[in-house]
């Protein structure tokens, strides 16, 4: 009797761990992403696809060096060069996409994730949303921000760097969650995620999502025409565009950097 006891009991155990199993499989393939789902804009060695807004090359300073996208100041400085440095991945365009990058910034640095981009404008702001990458703590400190936000009616401390225009914030727009935001410190590298469609917008950071709004609604129109984006009317309204980067001046690596379209 005690040997049948016995046996039962090791019987449900089995099926127990065989459950458990069975849901840990479950789990694991609904979070993983299939790397065929994706594509790779930067492979690591060639900058194959990517150019100058409204360019036909990359413009100086925008370089391969250990297996990183990156903006070598001194290289872009060093050339005589009128165009803008802003860059993008100009081989297609997208309308819903997860779109992923590992990036890091030096002390100062400041550069931004666009998407969604059109040509023919004088620069990419003027129509593109961006995902703001900064270095909150110390920007401020080496950069006189006064006048510009004075500019844009920022009379409360404008010497300070505004939720706004902080690290993962959608700019001038909706600023990122700080009770969620984990910054990891300048040198090290970060990342982030933005997942775009029409019912939503989300951006993530270091694996926490920290900015969440719904486009074009009567929320969105309304913070469009009451700030930086007020004068410019094409500002976020295409549905489709290029992916891009930032040039401020400032120093910055990108890597693994995926898109894939929803």
Not at 240 to 250: C, L, N, R, V, W
Request: with cysteine; charged share 30%; glycine share 6%.
């Amino acid at each position: 009797m005690r040997n049948l006891s016995t046996l039962i009991i090791m019987a449900i155990l089995l099926a127990s761990c065989k459950t458990d199993k069975k849901t840990e499989n479950t789990e694991q393939q609904e979070t993983a992403t299939p790397e065929a789902e994706w594509t790779v804009l930067f492979d690591g060695t060639s900058t194959e696809g990517w150019r100058a807004y409204n360019g036909e090359a990359l413009p100086p300073g925008w370089v391969v060096k250990n297996k990183e996208l990156t903006f070598d100041t001194e290289l872009g400085l060093e050339q005589d060069y009128n165009g803008g440095k802003d860059i993008i991945y100009g081989a297609e365009e997208f309308d819903n996409f997860e779109f992923y990058v590992e990036w890091k910034l030096p002390k100062g640095g400041n550069s931004g994730i666009f998407y969604h981009i059109k040509e023919g404008y004088k620069s990419i702001p003027e129509v593109s949303p961006e995902y703001q990458l900064i270095d909150d703590e110390n920007y401020a400190a080496m950069h006189d921000l006064t006048e510009y936000n004075l500019s844009l009616g920022y009379t409360d401390k404008p010497e300070e760097l505004k939720p706004l225009q902080q690290t993962a914030s959608d700019y001038a727009m909706h600023p990122a969650d700080t009770s969620k935001k984990v910054l990891h410190p300048v040198g090290e590298w970060n990342s982030s995620k933005i997942v775009f469609t029409s019912e939503k917008v989300e951006h993530w950071l270091n694996g926490e999502m920290v900015v969440s709004f719904v486009p074009w609604d009567e929320a969105w129109e309304e913070k469009k025409h009451s700030d930086k984006w007020k004068n410019s009317e094409d500002y976020g309204t295409f549905k489709k565009g290029y992916i891009g980067f930032q040039d401020h001046s400032s120093p910055i690596w990108f890597r693994n950097i995926k898109i894939k379209k929803l």
